[in-house]
């Protein structure tokens, strides 16, 4: 697991990862990442046969600490991960595309 920028994910989105929002409904209503994937950090263990193992994820929270636990819950689960360095607040920060 690594930790990456919002400017390294941007780059790479419409490519081959998974970018997976763990935030909460409500944090969600307020906009997300263009073709990120909503699994709240709580389903998050419940819900691993939504993803594909054979493609990384990226995992995003409000600042990068909940996707942090996500990441390793992923990692050990045998994904492919990297963790958004200070979460949609730093996406936001960068003025990055959002889909509501």
């Known amino acids: ?3 990456i920028s919002v400017h390294d ?3 790479r989105l419409g490519g081959d990862a998974q970018l997976v929002d763990v935030r909460e409904d409500a ?3 307020a906009g997300m990442i263009p ?3 909503h ?3 709580g389903d998050l263990p419940y819900r691993f046969d939504e993803l594909d193992k ?4 990226i995992a995003i ?3 990068g600490n909940r996707s942090g636990r996500a990441a390793m ?3 050990d689960a045998g994904f492919a991960v990297d963790n958004m360095q200070g979460g949609m607040l730093a996406w936001l920060e960068a003025d990055l595309p959002m889909a509501r």
Not at 54 to 57: C, F, I, N, S
Request: net charge positive; charged share 30%.
């Open 35 to 37: 073709g990120a994937r």
């Open 9 to 11: 994910v941007q780059r």
């Open 73 to 75: 819950f992923l990692e």
């Open 1 to 3: 697991m690594a930790d």
């Open 54 to 57: 054979a493609r990384p994820v």
């Open 39 to 41: 699994i709240p950090l």
């Open 61 to 63: 929270c409000r600042s």
């Open 27 to 29: 944090e969600v209503a």
